[in-house]
């Protein structure tokens, strides 16, 4: 049966079409900057050539306005041919979702960035996960605004980025420690990075080390203050935003792992336990599955706060634990053949288990959400 596309549900089915042609291209490059330990800037290139550093700025801004849910998929499926370009990707594209979400809903100042992301088809790179509430540098008051120094780990895309979306802390007289929020230049005087992303697994992400050596920020580019080290209401709209588009990177390695279990273990002969692994495989990625849906309905509906906050943590533990089962599961489906780098599981299983480490970790979402849940101060 023939059934009329909306204009909306037609922009949606472009951008997944575009993923699914470049994903191929993507998955055969992937092998060889996991070995490399190279940045995935060809695909990165070619994302940016096809329009999808863009896709999220509101049309009212100039931008394509893809949807919110279809970005994620978008991300979801270039997880499963390269987790690195998918990862790397998701870091810009939060932060282009959270400043459209509070121009659009809250009236924030954020058009002008957005404007530029989508006039100068610009790359934003995050530095939020390894600064979070406490951040991390220091900011020194001097005429016309402050001098920063600071490092900044796990800065994801940072060889090809346009502009650092970042923080540091200055000492208010008034306030006490108060973190500054605010985008540097790559190109500005005092910006260098750091070639330190040596590691286990998401080895074409590029995230190095950014270093700020006395770099100058105007006052007027100080984009926000909040006190250091307590929940502000930026973090909860972060937390809602940015977290759905981040893990669907990793429930695209998923995918991608339990799709070749599959394809791998549907040639074997039935040993009598190949259906029980295959079971628990699709049990965790199930879950994993219905917690990301979840993410991104609270992400499309909800109101940001300590509620809201706590629940989408929660699924972000879910899909952390069971993208990371998959494809352990995936692995032993597949048998001793997963141990070869050529097949992909390993890389996958490497891949997949940085999952682990972005905020909020297991442990904090646990003392998070169970403080929510006694009605106590979650700064406490």
């Known amino acids: 049966m023939n059934v009329e596309l909306k204009r909306s549900d037609m922009a949606s089915l472009e951008w997944t079409s575009k993923a699914d042609s470049l994903a191929a291209a993507f998955a055969a490059k992937a092998a060889t900057h996991d070995a490399e330990d190279s940045f995935v800037a060809d695909c990165f290139a070619q994302l940016k050539g096809e329009g999808f550093f863009k896709a999220l700025v509101p049309v009212e801004l100039g931008g394509p306005g893809a949807e919110y849910a279809e970005m994620c998929e978008v991300i979801r499926r270039l997880g499963a041919a390269c987790g690195s370009t998918a990862l790397a990707f998701s870091m810009h594209s939060h932060l282009v979702a959270t400043a459209a979400w509070r121009w659009r809903h809250e009236k924030a100042p954020t058009d002008g960035l957005l404007k530029r992301v989508a006039a100068e088809n610009l790359t ?16 020194t008051k001097v005429d016309g605004g402050y001098r920063i120094k600071a490092r900044k780990i796990f800065s994801s895309g940072c060889p090809a980025g346009d502009i650092l979306m970042t923080s540091a802390v200055t000492e208010d007289p008034a306030t006490g420690p108060t973190v500054l929020h605010f985008g540097v230049p790559f190109k500005a005087e005092g910006v260098k990075i750091l070639n330190t992303w040596r590691v286990m697994g998401m080895r074409g992400t590029g995230s190095n080390d950014v270093e700020l050596n006395d770099v100058f920020v105007a006052d007027a580019a100080i984009a926000g203050r909040r006190p250091q080290g307590k929940w502000h209401h930026l973090f909860h709209i972060i937390s809602q935003q940015a977290f759905p588009i981040i893990y669907a990177a990793y429930m695209g390695v998923a995918d991608g792992a339990r799709a070749k279990a599959l394809e791998v273990a549907r040639l074997k002969p039935d040993d009598g336990h190949m259906a029980y692994l295959a079971g628990e495989m699709e049990n965790a990625h199930a879950t994993a599955d219905m917690a990301l849906a979840q993410m991104m309905r609270i992400a499309e509906r909800e109101k940001p706060g300590p ?36 097949m992909g599981l390993e890389r996958a299983w490497r891949d997949v288990q940085a999952a682990r480490f972005h905020p909020l970790q297991e442990k904090p979402q646990l003392r998070y959400t169970g403080r929510v849940a006694l009605g106590l101060d979650i700064d406490g």
Do not use: P
């Open 124 to 139: 934003l790179i995050s530095s939020g996960g390894s600064d979070w509430l406490k951040s991390a540098g220091v900011a």
């Open 307 to 342: 509620q809201t906050t706590s629940r989408t943590m929660i699924a972000r533990t879910l899909v952390a634990q069971n993208a990371i089962l998959t494809v352990e599961r995936a692995m032993e489906l597949a048998g001793g053949a997963s141990f070869y780098r050529g």
